[in-house]
Each structure stands twice: as structure tokens, then as C-alpha cells.
């Protein structure tokens, strides 16, 4: 693992973003349990820790062709800005544009449900917060596909490793990028 991986698994500690309870466990959004709660809303709070996303996601989309990035509301918005300001700033410098994916289509206005800097025929990546089943981040990827984005590819900060979540994404087509896994998340508990 490189030092910024470490040093990003050591801040999910320090921002007391992971939680580990083997006995009682948390009920996740799947209604499921799970032994571990990985918090990224709460991790992306903290500027140090958003200096260690950045980074290491830039990196790890160096490759892919993209025009833009996004996910589901609320956790993907702090995601995608952090990578895209620092795209913007790296060299070389990548232009990459931001948007999100609401919940549900406004009931006012243009009732859109994909918000910010997108155009049919872009190259888009997904991003997520957690990995467990795979089902918010593919119903980013639906509904950018339905509004005309390729996908391709998809990234999210934790991969739990957990009810076939890395499967079911890539039966969708998609490669998946993942930061960090639940192992290196348990590899830096400290003492």
C-alpha cells in the first residue's frame, strides 16, 4: 500500500469516520448488518483528508478518457468537486466537470435529475462514498447512461468487500477503482 493509501486508511481513525462493533454491529441502507460503519460524508468533512482523496483518485483515473464525474446525492458531491479542483490544479491539467444524480427528479423548475456540467455523449465516471451492494452507485450509472453520459468506469473511496457489491458493478459493464478496501481500513486500527 503506498504512504497516501496509509495515511488515508490511519484518517478514517483519526476522524473516527470507521467504526468497527463485531458484537452488535450497524444496520446499513440494505437493511443488512455489518460489523464495520465507514463514514466517508463525515471523512470528506476534514480538508486533510480531502488532500488524501484527491490525490489518490487523480491517480487512479489518470488513464481513463472522462469528461465528468459524479454520483448520487449527498455523499458523491464532496467526492467528485475534490478530484475535479484538483485535476483542474495537477499537471497535466484535466478539465473534468462535476455533476449529481438526485434521488428523485425535482417536482419544480426543469425536473432534472441529474444536476451540474454534463452534455449527451460525455464520458463520465461514477463516484461513490462505499462499495457494499452496489445498488446507489448503479443507480447513478442508470440514470447517467438514461441522460446519454458513457460509463465505463467507477470509483468509489471504500470497497467493504461485501454482498457482491464489486460483482454486480462489474456485471454492469463498468471497471471498478477502489482507494481503499475494508482489510486496509482494518490493517491501520490503532492499538
Known amino acids: 500500500m503506498t504512504a497516501l493509501k496509509v495515511d488515508l486508511a490511519k484518517a478514517f481513525h483519526e476522524t473516527q469516520s470507521f467504526k468497527w462493533d463485531p458484537g452488535a454491529g450497524f444496520t446499513l441502507a440494505s437493511g443488512l448488518r455489518s460489523p464495520?460503519?465507514?463514514?466517508c460524508r463525515s471523512?470528506?468533512?476534514?480538508?486533510?483528508?480531502?488532500?488524501?482523496?484527491?490525490p489518490l483518485s487523480y491517480e487512479a483515473l489518470r488513464s481513463v478518457e472522462l469528461n465528468c464525474l459524479?454520483?448520487?446525492?449527498?455523499?458523491?458531491?464532496?467526492?467528485?468537486?475534490?478530484?475535479?479542483?484538483?485535476?483542474?490544479?495537477?499537471r497535466p491539467q484535466r478539465d473534468w466537470r462535476t455533476f449529481v444524480v438526485?434521488?428523485?427528479a425535482k417536482d419544480h423548475g426543469l425536473g432534472k435529475l441529474i444536476e451540474g456540467a454534463i452534455q449527451p455523449g460525455d464520458?463520465?465516471?461514477?463516484?461513490?462514498?462505499?462499495?457494499t451492494s452496489g445498488g446507489s452507485l448503479l443507480k447513478a450509472v442508470a440514470a447517467a447512461r438514461t441522460a446519454g453520459l458513457t460509463v465505463t468506469h467507477a470509483l468509489v473511496i471504500v470497497d467493504r468487500n461485501e454482498q457482491d457489491g464489486?460483482?454486480?458493478?462489474e456485471q454492469e459493464g463498468l471497471t471498478l477503482l477502489?482507494?481503499?478496501?475494508?482489510?486496509d481500513l482494518m490493517r491501520q486500527q490503532p492499538n
Request: charged fraction near 25%; charge should be positive; proline fraction near 2%.
Open 36 to 39: 464495520f460503519y465507514v463514514d
Open 43 to 54: 471523512l470528506m468533512a476534514y480538508p486533510s483528508a480531502r488532500r488524501l482523496v484527491a
Open 70 to 90: 459524479g454520483g448520487l446525492e449527498i455523499g458523491a458531491i464532496a467526492i467528485a468537486t475534490t478530484i475535479s479542483d484538483f485535476a483542474y490544479a495537477a
Open 102 to 104: 438526485r434521488k428523485q
Open 123 to 131: 464520458r463520465a465516471v461514477i463516484v461513490d462514498d462505499v462499495l
Open 166 to 169: 464489486r460483482k454486480k458493478v
Open 178 to 183: 477502489s482507494l481503499l478496501t475494508i482489510d
